[in-house]
């Protein structure tokens, strides 16, 4: 299943409270991402990281924070700032092309968050 | 930042017919577009991908054309099967590496 991994499957959340979704790749992969996923709203970009202790916000990092303190891992924290935290969440990753260009994303299995 | 827009939202056939989903993008810096097709409750694959250099692909029975002077880029599925029925997203991306996806389109292959 292309060597990335998410967990929990489920999560569920009590209002006020931080939580962590893991992201874990063994592609050898530079970049990894995070997306959010609503009922017909396609995939939403949260946060990218291009390269170890470096990562940029995407369209909707408001109440959302990551680290990448190691090329594997890209965990996510959603915190209380949060206001609509309930949602499927996928992480993804991938290898730069040559000379600028793109190669094709993998996705994880997704984490699906409710809070409560 | 890159805006891409993705229709129809829904789109049902009968078995065998063909079937299009289009994609418009906004930043003419755009490259590469990958077309993933997800099903129910699993994680997003590709299925096809195009880049800037090209104006069509095609892998058996799915082809993807692209117009960067109008900046829209097509998937075509033909002889459709129920087995294709799914989510399709489509996906625009430039240099630094963040992608964006459309809406997606539930594509429903009646029998």
């Known amino acids: 299943d292309g060597g990335i991994t998410q967990s929990p499957k489920y999560l569920f959340r009590k209002e006020g409270q931080n939580v962590t979704l893991s992201c874990e790749q063994n592609?050898?992969?530079?970049?990894m991402y995070w997306y959010r996923q609503d009922p017909g709203q396609g995939l939403r970009l949260i946060y990218y990281s291009q390269i170890v202790n470096d990562f940029q916000k995407g369209d909707i990092a408001e109440g959302y924070s990551v680290s990448r303190e190691k090329k594997e891992s890209f965990p996510l924290t959603v915190t209380s700032a949060q206001k609509n935290p309930t949602a499927f969440y996928l992480c993804a990753s991938s290898t730069p092309g040559v000379g600028g260009s793109y190669n094709e994303q993998f996705f994880g299995p997704g984490t699906r968050l409710t809070v409560l | 930042g890159e805006n891409v827009e993705q229709h129809p939202s829904t789109l049902s056939v009968q078995e065998g017919d063909s079937a299009v989903i289009k994609c418009t993008y906004s930043d003419s810096a755009s490259n590469y577009f990958p077309w993933y097709k997800q099903e129910l409750g699993k994680r997003p694959q590709l299925i096809i991908d195009?880049?800037?250099?090209?104006g069509e692909k095609k892998d058996q029975r799915i082809a993807v054309t692209l117009n960067k002077t109008a900046k829209h880029f097509s998937l075509h599925i033909t002889e459709t099967q129920p087995e294709d029925s799914a989510v399709y997203f489509c996906a625009a991306s430039k240099v630094g590496n963040d992608m964006r996806f459309g809406a997606g389109t539930r594509l429903t292959v009646k029998p």
């Open positions: 195009i880049r800037s250099n090209v």
């Open positions: 592609l050898n992969h530079d970049a």
